[in-house]
């Protein structure tokens, strides 16, 4: 019989790590069936938020534009009273997929920051970056058509 040579293992075990390595960094990031279908979400019925809860009832209601994002849109809808802002929604937002879990997470925080900063300048939610751009795009659309 025949051995086998430690040099021969060594590279064949080194090409099969080689060519993992290329095979993963191939992979497209953010291959999510979301974002190929637009991840669209209807509008949410008068009254009712689209990510949950009831919007605040007086004031001047104003929607910004739909920020495009990777995952797809994002909305807001804000709430103006006095000058401030007194209510903050997501109209739209990404889903499908992992998307879905993501959003899940971020847009609560992302409408407490909004109402609590009174401005587009809020903080990222970890995990959610292109989401939380996308908040800031249309919350700053909301805030400029609500003259302030």
């Known amino acids: ?29 953010g291959s999510d069936p979301g ?5 669209a979400r209807p509008p949410a019925a008068a009254g009712q938020s689209a ?7 007086g004031g001047a209601t ?3 534009t739909a920020a ?12 103006v009273s006095g000058g401030r802002i007194t209510g903050a929604e997501t109209v739209q937002a990404p889903s499908g997929g992992q ?20 401005s587009a300048r ?7 970056t292109y989401t939380s751009a996308g908040y800031k795009e249309s919350l700053q659309s909301a805030l400029d058509r609500a003259g302030g």
């Open 99 to 118: 998307s879905t879990q993501v959003t899940a997470n971020a847009v609560p925080k992302l409408n407490q920051a909004a109402v609590a900063a009174g």
């Open 62 to 64: 104003v929607t910004g």
């Open 35 to 39: 974002a190929a279908a637009g991840g």
């Open 51 to 57: 990510q949950g809860g009831a919007r605040p009832t």
């Open 68 to 79: 495009r994002t990777p995952y797809g849109p994002v909305q807001v809808r804000i709430t």
């Open 1 to 29: 019989m025949k051995k086998s040579h430690p040099v021969r293992r060594a590279v064949l075990a080194t090409a099969a790590t080689v060519s993992g390595i290329v095979l993963l960094l191939s992979m497209k990031p």
């Open 122 to 128: 809020i903080d990222a939610v970890s995990g959610a």
